[in-house]
C-alpha cells in the first residue's frame, strides 16, 4: 500500500497538482502512538515521508529505501519535504544552518549529537513534541525523544536551515 500511495504522490508532484496528501489509518494511530496529533495544522507531506522512511535499514552510506545513513535522510526529508537541498555529511551540515537553542525547535530543523565523544557524528530532524527521526545504527529510520538518556547525553546543537533551492 505504502508503494502505491508514494505512486500516486509522486504522480501529483510531476504534473505540478497540489493537493492535500492525507495519511491513512494505520499512519495517523502511528503517529498517535508516538503522541503525535495529526490535524489541519500538520504537516502531512513530513509526516507521509517519515512513514515511507521509517525501518528503512542503516547503511553507511546509503541513500535509498534499501539502506540509508543519517545524513543521507536528513538530506532526502529536506528535499523531499521542503524543496531544500542539503550538502555534505553530518559534521558538515551545521554550517548550513543558524544555530537554534533547544527550546526553540521547529519541524524540520536539524539535530546534531556527538556520539563518539570527539565531534558531531549523528543528525536528525525535528518533528515537534520533542521528537526526532534519524537513522539510527541499530533500529534504521526511527523516531525517539529527546529527552531519552542515551540523546539528551550526546545532544550537541541544532540549527535551521538558512539555503533554499528550487527544485
Known sequence: MKTVFASI???ISLIGVSQPILLDSAETKYF???GFEIDSTSNYKLFDF???WTETPYKYAGKSLSGVDC???AKA???EVYNIRLLGNSTALPSECMPVEQNELKQGDLIFFNIYG????HVGVYLGDNKFVHASTKLGVTINDLSEKYYAKR???AGRVVI????
Open 9 to 11: 504522490l509522486f504522480s
Open 32 to 34: 498517535a502512538e508516538l
Open 50 to 52: 517519515v512513514c515511507q
Open 71 to 73: 545524513s543521507s535522510f
Open 77 to 79: 526529508l529536506h528535499w
Open 118 to 121: 570527539a565531534k558531531i557524528s
Open 155 to 157: 545532544y550537541f546543537s
Open 164 to 167: 533554499l533551492v528550487d527544485k
